[in-house]
């Protein structure tokens, strides 16, 4: 009788990868996440967001105008330079992305992120993520790039898993907030996949000189958001 594999080495690499992918793409992820929603919820306060379809416009709208062409980017250079070995190079990039951040609620969202995924990394063995324990800022996308490498997940389904994690915590968060129910949320998911797609066609094809783009609606709902006296998400 053949034994059970017990080691992700005696796994196919291909089932390995992407097993690691919806690892990283999970919601139980314990790095915080959930504790987010990116301006959403001063939208919904605003009531620029009230209902399944101004919530998936919201959400599509950042994720074609933010994430396209700031997140998805950085981290395709991020998968590069740790695909190479180059700290130096990711490093570089993680200011740059950093910078990009326009608000403090923003920035300290992805710094708090970012060091929670490298504690886990860290503990899971992935030992370039020690570098990181300490630094500040760490960004999530270069800990989420170096996983990936790690873990030898393809580029494009980074992009694609990185945009997807993403959009899955928008809709929960605008599922409590609005609120919604759990199957609008699924049928919101479903309509995003041709966006997410495109997010992921956009950013590799993004010029290096391009990287980085601004949604004024968010970057107010974002510093608004950190004056309303009562609210579930940090950010």
């Known amino acids: 009788m053949a034994a059970t594999p017990t080691h992700t080495e005696q796994i196919p690499l291909a089932d390995t990868a992407l097993l690691r992918l919806l690892q990283l793409a999970s919601p139980t992820l314990p790095v915080g996440a959930y504790a987010y929603s990116q301006g959403l919820e001063y939208a919904v306060e605003a009531g620029w967001v009230r209902d399944q379809t101004s919530a998936s416009d919201w959400i599509r709208g950042v994720l074609g105008n933010v994430l396209a062409w700031t997140d998805l980017p950085a981290l395709a250079r991020l998968h590069a330079a740790w695909s190479a070995g180059d700290a130096m190079v990711a490093a570089r990039w993680n200011a740059r992305l950093h910078a990009l951040r326009e608000t ?30 300490e630094a500040r800022p760490a960004c999530f996308a270069t800990l989420f790039a170096l996983a990936a490498t790690e873990w030898s997940i393809a580029l494009r389904a980074t992009l694609l898993g990185y945009a997807w994690a993403w959009a899955e915590n928008q809709v929960a968060a605008a599922i409590k907030l609005i609120p919604l129910g759990q199957a609008a949320g699924q049928r919101m998911l479903s309509g995003l996949l041709p966006a997410l797609s495109d997010a992921a066609d956009t950013a590799l094809s993004v010029e290096d000189q391009a990287v980085g783009r601004s949604m004024p609606g968010l970057v107010l709902a974002s510093t608004r958001h950190a004056r309303m006296y009562s609210r579930l998400f940090r950010s």
């Open 104 to 133: 403090a609620e923003l920035r300290a969202e992805d710094h708090h992120l970012g060091s929670a995924l490298a504690r886990l990394l860290h503990d899971l063995g992935v030992a370039a993520a020690g570098d990181w324990l």
